[in-house]
């Protein structure tokens, strides 16, 4: 008898599970990249929003884009504090924002370009596999510099290195704080600075 691959039913709705979350985290992060962008309008002193934007997208890479809205952002902190602007809670967010974007980042990267598969354990005395998680995996970059994966250990190996629902569930939740969290330095930016006489 031919030995049999079987996925439980716990793991496939796992998987739709992980597919639906994998998106909902990627809708997140292009919502906190969108409030970067604002912020960066903002701090630059735009009146143009889209001319803002088609600036600050020019720029590809989102490391690249974050260091130079922090550019942006410290010099005009530092400027509002000479007229006397307390910035106090601004600098606080902004420098927890900017500690938290890029490696948030990296882990959107990682979200974003890995498989999502479901890893099934060695075989038994019959030859036959049963699964025993859900992962997103990317085996290529991940297991070239270590010992390759086999029947013995692959599951292993996958399980331990692996984004589980749990961590891409976690993630959204941490892309949509660090997006309110920019979106409040803007806020507070507009108010504090750029249009202290409509705010006082």
Known sequence: MAATTTTT??????????????????????????????????????????????????????????????????????????????????????????????SLSDLRNKIAHRMAVTVTGPPDSE??????????????????AKQPPTLKNGHLIALRSGISLADVRKAHEDFHALGYKVFTIQQEWMRLITHPEIFS
Request: glycine share 6%.
């Open 9 to 102: 039913k716990e793991h496939n709705r796992e998987l739709d599970e992980l597919y639906a979350a994998v998106g909902m985290a990627l809708s997140s992060w292009n919502g906190t990249e969108i409030q970067f962008a604002q912020l960066f309008r903002t701090a630059l002193g735009a009146s143009d929003f889209m001319m803002a934007f088609d600036a600050y997208v020019a720029v590809v890479n989102f490391n690249a884009r974050l260091m130079m809205t922090h550019k942006i952002v410290v010099r005009g902190l530092r400027e509002a504090r000479k007229k006397k602007v307390d910035t106090t809670n601004m600098s606080r967010l902004w420098s927890e924002a900017f500690s938290e974007a890029s």
């Open 127 to 144: 030859g036959n596999r049963t699964s025993v998680g859900v992962r997103l995996v990317d085996f290529v970059r991940e297991q070239a």
